[in-house]
């Protein structure tokens, strides 16, 4: 099954801040918009920042001003610094990938946990 392919989850303190990165394959074609969901168990997933084709961006409320969503079209990577980091933000964080073909991919989940 192809997937992306997350990195930079981990333990952090409260205040802090962390970099999730996520690369497309190559046998992924037609990205048009890239983001980042999360999830805590007992919970549904929940959107956290997109960023499309041509670079607009859109976040969750709870993030904005700490989080920022950019992509590298060459690399076929989208990122997400997280900044302020707080005990809330710990959660499972997934990559979501939409092609033109209407095609969704998910990657397998990096945790992050922020201590208090």
């Known amino acids: 099954q192809v997937q992306p392919v997350e990195s930079g989850g981990g333990l952090v303190q409260a205040g802090g801040s962390l970099r999730l990165s996520c690369a497309a394959s190559g046998s992924i074609s037609g990205i048009n918009t890239m983001g980042w969901y999360r999830q805590v168990p007992g919970k549904q997933r929940e959107l956290v920042a997109t960023i499309t084709d041509v670079g607009s961006t859109n976040y969750a409320d709870s993030v904005k001003g700490r989080f920022t969503i950019t992509r590298d079209n060459i690399k076929r990577t989208v990122y997400l610094q997280m900044n302020s980091l707080k005990p809330e933000d710990t959660a499972v964080y997934y990559c979501?990938?939409?092609?033109?073909?209407?095609?969704?991919?998910w990657g397998q989940g990096t945790q992050v946990t922020v201590s208090s």
């Open positions: 979501n990938l939409k092609t033109i073909w209407r095609v969704t991919y």
